[in-house]
């Protein structure tokens, strides 16, 4: 089974912090994406990566950057966290090829910014 | 236009009995892929279903199909004898490649109440 896990299940930063959400797959897929989920909008993409340090700007990356040193590994971060970046965040990876190139999520992050 | 659309906010079904969650998209591709998650309150999204746009066939997975009109482009996500564990959102999702990268786009979603 594809197993995606994310740092934290819930976190709580103030204003102007730098953020780091982590995620990581066991799956060796090349795919890895980030999400975010508010209520009423569906799951929006911030970025994505298609390989090692290769990233991809999604439908709404302003205010955050990604980085991929190593191929299980996806950070989101904020550089400078605002309140209306209080969201879930959701991590998800897939392999290009596989047919069906379904993505799988990890359980998500509630972030709330103060 | 929205790409995915989902124009069920809320659904409500007996248990033991069938549901349809609809679910309409638009796309100019004619390589597409559909599909449905789960989300329970937990907040973590489960794959339950794929339908790839040249499958010949409506996909079914368990007690889960997916009844695929391409003409009309819709992609309804059928649950027949729902359980209480069915109570959950659920999100229509549309891939499509651009530039050589697959990427999902998804609706806003159905949730669904099952009651005893």
């Known amino acids: 089974d594809v197993k ?3 740092s934290s299940r ?16 066991d799956m060796d897929h090349e795919n890895m994406f980030w999400y975010r989920q508010d209520p009423g909008l569906g799951l929006r993409l911030i970025y994505f990566s298609y390989d090692v340090k290769m990233k991809e700007k999604g439908d709404i990356p302003e205010g955050y950057s990604v980085s ?3 191929k299980e590994r996806f950070s989101l ?3 400078s966290a605002s309140t209306n970046q209080t969201s879930m965040y959701l991590c998800a990876s897939s392999e290009p090829g596989q047919g069906t190139d379904t993505q799988y999520f990890g359980p998500g992050t509630r972030l709330t910014v103060l | 236009a929205q790409k995915i659309t989902q124009t069920q906010p809320g659904m409500f079904v007996q248990e033991k009995e069938a549901v349809t969650l609809d679910c309409t998209y638009d796309t100019s591709d004619p390589s597409y892929g559909l599909f449905w998650y ?6 973590e999204m489960i794959f339950l279903i794929y339908q790839g746009s040249y499958d010949q066939q409506n996909a079914t997975e368990g007690r889960y199909s997916l009844n695929f009109q391409k003409a009309r482009k819709s ?3 059928v649950i027949s004898a729902s359980q209480l564990g069915d109570s959950a959102m659920y999100f229509c999702a549309m891939r499509e490649t651009d530039s050589g990268y697959s990427t999902l786009t998804f609706g806003k979603g159905t949730m669904l109440l099952v009651s005893p």
Do not use: H, W
């Open chain 1, 68 to 70: 991929r040193e190593k």
């Open chain 2, 75 to 77: 992609a309804n996500l």
């Open chain 1, 10 to 25: 819930y976190l709580v930063k103030r204003t102007g912090e730098k953020v780091f959400l982590e995620c990581v797959q």
């Open chain 1, 77 to 79: 971060i904020l550089e």
């Open chain 2, 38 to 43: 789960k989300q329970p309150s937990s907040g």
């Open chain 1, 4 to 6: 995606v896990t994310q």
